[in-house]
């Protein structure tokens, strides 16, 4: 049973998690495991991304995958003969383990037989909605987005300013043109002060040169039930696929109002060894079991490399 969305803190009910694509960042490894199951310390990436959806007070993850990747989905299903078996050997730490992603949030499956874009991926989610749903968060599992929080805080946002929201952060001139670019408005001083901006337009992986600033989209999106109708009216844009950020850009230019969330935090890229490496090393040390023996295993590590 769905709860009404006045059941909802946040007033999200659903978020929306992209995770069809191949993985080629991270060859070999995803040719038969999902990026998103690779683990951060001992917890595949889509679980922080349930855990995230589930803070935010919403009830269902609408999970676009692709015909080869269910076993992203499997990770929400109960275990019986495991959880028997590790219920019968009295490891109760393990058993909270195990059933930790299933007690989180509802999961809801959604194919994408075709990779078309981060456009068409979201836009397949709106099957799965109520009518009593006028906005999405979409979160993309690639991006860690630390502290944990920033969607709650773009919920404010909505709250005060209606239409869609999203996150950003600022990125180095050769980095542009990697990401979804913000071209910003005026906006009132107490809201600037809050790292809060109005979008007046937004461009798909632009050159340094066409670049309208450096603050770039970094995977959370709250967005108004408009975007469903926007993107059926895209036609393809950066490399050949349907863009989510045209669909936006498409919004704001019939008026729609579209603010961003400076986040001042962390952002690590999971889609890749070079970003996920840090990130799990940055969780490692935090952890309670693992922490001091990672800490003196990684300063060793270092030292050792700076000496070589
Ligand atoms: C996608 C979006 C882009 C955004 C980025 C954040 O790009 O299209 O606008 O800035 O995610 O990670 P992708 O990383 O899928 O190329």
Same mark, same amino acid.
């Given at each position: 049973?769905?709860?009404?969305?006045?059941?909802?803190?946040?007033?999200?009910?659903?978020?929306?998690?992209?995770?069809?694509?191949?993985?080629?960042?991270?060859?070999?490894?995803?040719?038969?495991?999902?990026?998103?199951?690779?683990?951060?310390?001992?917890?595949?990436?889509?679980?922080?991304?349930?855990?995230?959806?589930?803070?935010?007070?919403?009830?269902?993850?609408?999970?676009?995958?692709?015909?080869?990747?269910?076993?992203?989905?499997?990770?929400?299903?109960?275990?019986?003969?495991?959880?028997?078996?590790? #219920?019968?050997?009295?490891?109760?730490?393990?058993?909270?383990?195990?059933?930790?992603?299933?007690?989180?949030?509802?999961?809801?499956?959604? #194919?994408?037989?075709?990779?078309?874009?981060?456009?068409?991926?979201?836009?397949?989610?709106?099957?799965?909605?109520?009518?009593?749903?006028?906005?999405?968060?979409?979160?993309?599992?690639?991006?860690?987005?630390?502290?944990?929080?920033?969607?709650?805080?773009?919920?404010?946002?909505?709250?005060?300013?209606?239409?869609?929201?999203?996150?950003?952060?600022?990125?180095?001139?050769?980095?542009?043109?990697?990401?979804?670019?913000?071209?910003?408005?005026?906006?009132?001083?107490?809201?600037?002060?809050?790292?809060?901006?109005?979008?007046?337009?937004?461009?798909?992986?632009?050159?340094?040169?066409?670049?309208?600033?450096?603050?770039?989209?970094?995977?959370?999106?709250?967005?108004?039930?408009?975007?469903?109708?926007?993107?059926?009216?895209?036609?393809?844009?950066?490399?050949?696929?349907?863009?989510?950020?045209?669909?936006?850009?498409?919004?704001?230019?019939?008026?729609?109002?579209?603010?961003?969330?400076?986040?001042?935090?962390?952002?690590?890229?999971?889609?890749?060894?070079?970003?996920?490496?840090?990130?799990?090393?940055?969780?490692?040390?935090?952890?309670?079991?693992?922490?001091?023996?990672?800490?003196?295993?990684?300063?060793?590590?270092?030292?050792?490399?700076?000496?070589?």
């Amino acid at each position: 049973m769905n709860l009404p969305i006045s059941e909802h803190i946040n007033a999200v009910k659903t978020v929306v998690v992209p995770a069809a694509g191949m993985g080629t960042r991270f060859l070999p490894a995803t040719k038969t495991v999902p990026k998103e199951l690779l683990p951060v310390v001992d917890t595949p990436g889509i679980e922080l991304i349930a855990k995230e959806a589930a803070d935010l007070g919403a009830t269902r993850m609408a999970i676009i995958t692709a015909p080869n990747k269910q076993g992203i989905l499997k990770h929400f299903d109960s275990f019986p003969e495991l959880e028997a078996t590790l #219920e019968a050997r009295g490891k109760t730490g393990q058993l909270e383990k195990v059933r930790a992603a299933g007690k989180l949030i509802n999961t809801v499956p959604v #194919e994408q037989d075709q990779p078309l874009g981060l456009g068409h991926a979201v836009g397949l989610a709106e099957a799965v909605l109520d009518d009593d749903e006028d906005v999405i968060a979409v979160m993309l599992p690639d991006d860690l987005v630390l502290p944990f929080g920033v969607t709650e805080r773009m919920a404010e946002v909505r709250a005060k300013f209606g239409g869609s929201v999203l996150a950003a952060i600022e990125v180095a001139e050769d980095e542009v043109s990697n990401y979804g670019i913000f071209e910003l408005g005026d906006i009132d001083a107490e809201s600037e002060k809050e790292g809060i901006r109005r979008v007046v337009g937004m461009v798909e992986k632009p050159a340094l040169a066409d670049a309208p600033s450096h603050l770039a989209a970094t995977g959370r999106y709250l967005l108004d039930r408009a975007i469903f109708d926007a993107l059926r009216r895209i036609a393809p844009g950066a490399g050949g696929e349907l863009q989510l950020t045209d669909a936006i850009a498409l919004l704001i230019s019939e008026g729609h109002p579209v603010h961003i969330v400076i986040h001042e935090g962390k952002r690590h890229d999971l889609g890749n060894p070079a970003g996920y490496i840090p990130a799990v090393l940055y969780f490692g040390l935090r952890h309670e079991e693992y922490g001091p023996h990672i800490l003196r295993a990684a300063k060793e590590i270092l030292a050792e490399f700076e000496a070589e």
